[in-house]
């Protein structure tokens, strides 16, 4: 039923949304909503590659088109790093995570995101300490 699919959609700690074959928002978890700062009403039958900053709109829709074109490819998983956008208008690393199935016979993607800004900034900090501890390990 529907009410049990979204009650399984919120209880996933990364936002969900379901795409649409022409790359329309067909549902949001309500952890996408707050990832994104738009309520599933809103976003629902607008274009996914409104979530993601300027940038990014490109390889969104590359993305979609690849998902939704490929043959026997319905629940096999791409990884993709991208800058969400906020209603904010802020902009934040994003991984998303899409897969691809079938709901009756039309193919939807479905996209787990996550805000990896956190992780991004650890990552650049631990690259610099690095190569500071490189350059003094050099200058002995």
Do not use: C
């Given at each position: 039923s529907e009410t049990r699919q979204r009650a399984i959609m919120n209880s996933i700690a990364d936002g969900i949304i379901t795409v649409?074959?022409?790359?329309?928002?067909?549902?949001?978890?309500?952890?996408?909503?707050?990832?994104?700062?738009?309520?599933?009403?809103?976003?629902?039958?607008?274009?996914?590659?409104n979530l993601f900053a300027q940038d990014c709109k490109a390889e969104i829709e590359a993305i979609?088109?690849?998902?939704?074109?490929?043959?026997?490819?319905?629940?096999?998983?791409?990884?993709?790093?991208?800058?969400?956008?906020?209603?904010?208008?802020?902009?934040?690393?994003?991984?998303?995570t899409c897969s691809t199935l079938l709901m009756g016979t039309q193919k939807n993607m479905v996209i787990a995101a996550r805000d990896v800004s956190q992780e991004k900034e650890v990552m650049q900090a631990l690259r610099i300490a690095r190569d500071a501890a490189e350059r003094a390990s050099k200058a002995k």
């Open positions: 649409a074959e022409d790359g329309s928002i067909s549902a949001m978890s309500t952890v996408a909503e707050r990832l994104f700062g738009i309520d599933s009403s809103e976003a629902e039958g607008t274009l996914l590659t979609i088109a690849a998902k939704m074109l490929a043959q026997n490819d319905l629940g096999r998983l791409a990884t993709h790093d991208v800058l969400g956008r906020h209603r904010s208008g802020e902009t934040f690393h994003a991984r998303i």
